[in-house]
């Protein structure tokens, strides 16, 4: 089965810091993926990676930045946390290698920003 | 990727069949009609996706009709473990998923 795991369930930040997710998956995929959801709003894509080092914006990458350094790892960085991130995170990952494979995402992380 | 319409909420009689439908009229033919479902508080899961053909996994079945233009998705024995938001996604290729607001399935005892 496909493991993808975020570092934290729930986090509690404060308006002005440096924030980091992180994101591991067990199943060597190319693709990993950053969403948002929040009520009424549904999931968002904020960042996704084709690969080790590649980043693409998603549509609503303002106030975010990514790292890839590894395969595994994908790291979703809010450079100065806003009251108004405050929601659930998603990270997916899915293989790039074999096309029309499914997504696979991790339980979340619930941020709040105070 | 083509949009996708699916009714707001629906419900289902546990141990019976549920059946979602969705609607895809602007499909093209590249593009692959996925489903996922998201249980409150948890990430959403795969359920299964299929092309032109009528797929079967362990968890559902896939209808996709001739003209590819609707599916539905086929919970054969519904649990209330089945109540979730369920998504019907097209997209082609490796391009990521973008979700809708989704079906929400309550199943009643």
């Known amino acids: 089965d496909v493991k993808v795991t975020q570092s934290s369930r729930y986090l509690v930040k404060r308006t002005g810091e440096k924030v980091f997710l992180e994101c591991v998956q067990d199943?060597?995929?190319?693709?990993m993926f950053w969403y948002r959801q929040d009520p009424g709003l549904g999931l968002r894509l904020i960042y996704f990676?084709?690969?080790?080092?590649?980043?693409e914006k998603g549509d609503i990458p303002e106030g975010y930045s990514v790292s890839r350094e590894k395969k595994e790892r994908f790291s979703l960085i809010l450079e100065s946390a806003s009251t108004n991130q405050t929601s659930m995170y998603l990270c997916?990952?899915?293989?790039?290698?074999?096309?029309?494979?499914?997504?696979?995402f991790g339980d979340g992380t619930r941020l709040s920003i105070l | 990727d083509a949009k996708t319409t699916q009714p707001t909420s629906m419900d289902c009689a546990e141990g019976r069949a549920a059946n979602l439908p969705c609607n895809h009229s602007?499909?093209?033919?590249?593009?692959?009609v996925y489903w996922y479902r998201q249980i409150h508080s948890q990430g959403p899961q795969y359920i299964i996706h299929?092309?032109?053909n009528n797929e079967t996994n362990e968890m559902a079945s896939l209808i996709i009709t001739e003209d590819r233009k609707s599916s539905t998705l086929i919970l054969p024995h519904a649990t209330l473990r089945d109540t979730a938001v369920y998504y019907c996604?097209?997209?082609?290729?490796?391009?990521?998923?973008?979700f809708g607001k989704g079906t929400r399935l309550s199943v009643i005892a």
């Open positions: 997916a990952s899915r293989s790039g290698a074999v096309a029309n494979q499914p997504q696979h």
């Open positions: 199943m060597d995929h190319e693709n």
């Open positions: 990676s084709y690969d080790v080092k590649m980043k």
């Open positions: 602007t499909i093209s033919g590249n593009e692959y």
């Open positions: 299929g092309l032109k």
């Open positions: 996604i097209v997209i082609r290729g490796n391009t990521p998923l973008v």
